[in-house]
């Protein structure tokens, strides 16, 4: 039976890659790339002649099949530009429709700017969620940051120089001046580890340049106390009985107290309803 490798490749420094990885891309008979042209800088740094096809995004349902159709008599390996394949990147379908069909997936661990960034940033990511790049929409944005960071979930993210500071602010405001460390530029000549908060970020960031990874430390050990959250519940009680509006309550509540809306939402629904 033949196998798909999928292979992790460096996200930037072409020496972050290992022996095995080598071994493979030597050895199969084709390379299903995300991208050939920055796949073959790759491939020619290390004197390897595998022949190469376009497998990305916006490939058709033919191209999968064709790929499936080799791998009937070929071994194939699939890599993305920069990282591990099916993660914030082309793969999965490859991947699920060779496991389909019997066919041997074999995975090439290596490079992840995911792991990489959670290593070095020292925050508490006993518990992650990785969630890609975020929605383009601010109100979604929030119920992302709003959904996980409260709850003692540290939550990682990808982001472009052109939204960093958009995220950032979105962030500030549904949430304060949060615990962070962001990744720029990883294994490349301007790599940077940035390590602060919030607040800090955005005035260091002025103008962003680069990729980003954005690792933000869930807060659930320094969450409101019992006595806030009593005076919290006391307040939204009150404001009911004085006949203002959920959300004229809520906008109030967290202003005082400095609880998260969606924290502040859940007490409203279970001390008033």
Do not use: W
Not at 1 to 25: C, F, H, K, Q, W
Not at 61 to 86: F, M, Q
Not at 113 to 128: E, K, P, R
Request: glycine residues 8%; hydrophobic residues 40%.
């Amino acid at each position: 039976m033949n196998s798909l490798y999928v292979i992790a490749t460096p996200i930037g420094n072409l020496e972050d890659i290992s022996i095995r990885a080598l071994n493979i891309l030597r050895g199969v008979d084709l390379i299903a790339a995300e991208d050939t042209r920055i796949t073959i800088r790759l491939l020619k740094h290390y004197n390897i002649d595998t022949k190469l096809i376009s497998y990305h995004e916006h490939s058709k349902y033919s191209k999968l099949r064709k790929l499936i159709n080799i791998l009937e008599d070929n071994d194939l390996a699939l890599v993305s530009d920069s990282g591990t394949p099916g993660i914030s990147d082309p793969g999965r379908e490859l991947v699920k429709m060779a496991q389909e069909e019997g066919f041997n997936v074999v995975p090439i661990p290596g490079p992840s700017s995911v792991i990489a960034g959670l290593s070095v940033s020292g925050l508490d990511i006993t518990n992650f969620s990785f969630v890609g790049f975020l929605p383009r929409k601010v109100s979604q944005r929030i119920k992302i940051f709003e959904k996980f960071v409260p709850n003692g979930t540290a939550l990682v993210f990808l982001e472009s120089p052109r939204r960093l500071r958009k995220s950032l602010t979105d962030l500030k405001n549904s949430l304060g001046d949060q615990k962070l460390t962001i990744c720029r530029e990883m294994t490349k000549i301007y790599e940077e580890i940035f390590v602060g908060t919030v607040t800090t970020a955005l005035e260091h960031f002025q103008e962003p340049r680069g990729e980003f990874i954005v690792i933000l430390e869930g807060d659930a050990a320094n969450g409101p106390d019992d006595l806030i959250q009593e005076n919290a519940k006391n307040m939204l009680v009150q404001l009911a009985g004085m006949g203002v509006s959920g959300r004229d309550s809520v906008e109030f509540v967290v202003s005082q107290t400095g609880i998260t809306k969606r924290k502040v939402y859940e007490m409203m629904q279970n001390v008033i309803m």
